[in-house]
């Protein structure tokens, strides 16, 4: 009997919606104030150009977190990456977003997977 082809698959790594779903269930469970602005995806011509005029602004950190942790005076934004990502994956613009929200008194993350969220978010005080 011949082997198969293909005798190990290689496991992907979830995709970054898969991983904002299951951050979404987290944040939601803890009943916390919080949304994702649905910033992804490429908008070309009169879309995007209308969407650019209404405020849509690039680099926006994927979860905006407007209830604070205990004590502190400020929520937090959150960069979702998907996990297996590497700090280059994130783009200037999101660098700059969040180092104007931490300029600002915001807790600003950038994580690695969903699980790392909940990690880092738990490490300024959440409850998650």
Known sequence: MAPPKRPFT???????????????????????????PA????RGGRA???LRRAGLKAGVPDVCILSPAPGAP???F??????????????VEQQQWL???RALG???????GWA?????????????
């Open 74 to 76: 400020r929520g937090a």
């Open 106 to 112: 915001w807790v600003g993350l950038v994580a690695f």
């Open 116 to 128: 790392d969220a909940v990690r880092q978010l738990r490490e300024v005080g959440y409850g998650v």
């Open 10 to 36: 290689r496991l992907r790594a979830p995709t970054e919606a898969s991983e904002q779903i299951a951050l979404a269930r987290v944040l939601d469970g803890a009943g916390l104030l919080w949304f994702h």
């Open 78 to 91: 959150v960069e979702l990456k998907r996990l297996g990502g590497r700090p280059s994956d994130v783009s």
């Open 39 to 42: 910033n992804e995806g490429a």
């Open 48 to 50: 995007g150009a209308a």
């Open 99 to 101: 180092a104007s929200v």
